[in-house]
């Protein structure tokens, strides 16, 4: 437990940043591999990140100049969850420290990432992008090395959030 708490502040304090904002690599080329070019994904603080979306449910969004995407942002307790599917993607420590819904939280992190990097190949049609990101979760989490039954767990998670958004988001497949 203290060793991945101890890896999840030192990649915070390590991050590359700019501004109020870090940017993780391994965020950077998940998001790249979907949108089929490069990506850079903002992972916001929470005074930048209330500065933007005060009192709002939001997980991420892509930011657009007119109809061209320039990079995503995801909150900052999404970002938490994603380094934690990065860092420990078979869920050795987390379990011990939240149990099952620290996979929840993992699943709907990764689902966010997915829907942001299809925005960034300029699909602003919500329903498709989810539908597309929904497509993508089992090879996002096989290609993060997520196995067995944290796998299983973290997708069920996600397409059970899938299933919970706005009829904006539903219908694209």
Do not use: I
């Amino acid at each position: 437990m203290g060793a991945l708490l101890a890896a999840l502040v030192a990649a915070l304090a390590l991050a590359p940043s700019a501004g109020a904002f870090a940017v993780f690599p391994r965020f950077d080329e998940l998001a790249s591999r979907y949108a089929g070019r490069p990506v850079e994904v903002r992972c916001y603080d929470l005074d930048e990140w209330h500065a933007d979306f005060p009192g709002l449910s939001v997980w991420g969004y892509t930011a657009f100049r007119g109809d061209e995407p320039q990079y995503v942002v995801l909150a900052p307790t999404t970002c938490l969850y994603m380094l934690w599917l990065v860092v420990d993607p078979n869920d050795r420590l987390a379990t011990k420290l939240n149990g099952p819904w620290t996979r929840v939280e993992m699943g709907r992190g990764l689902l966010a990432l997915l829907h942001e990097s299809f925005h960034m190949t300029g699909d602003t049609n919500e329903s498709r992008v989810e539908c597309r990101a929904v497509e993508a979760l089992p090879s996002a989490l096989d290609s993060l090395g997520a196995r067995g039954a944290v796998r299983e767990s973290v997708l069920a998670a996600a397409l059970a959030f899938h299933r919970q958004l706005p009829a904006v988001y539903q219908g694209g497949c």
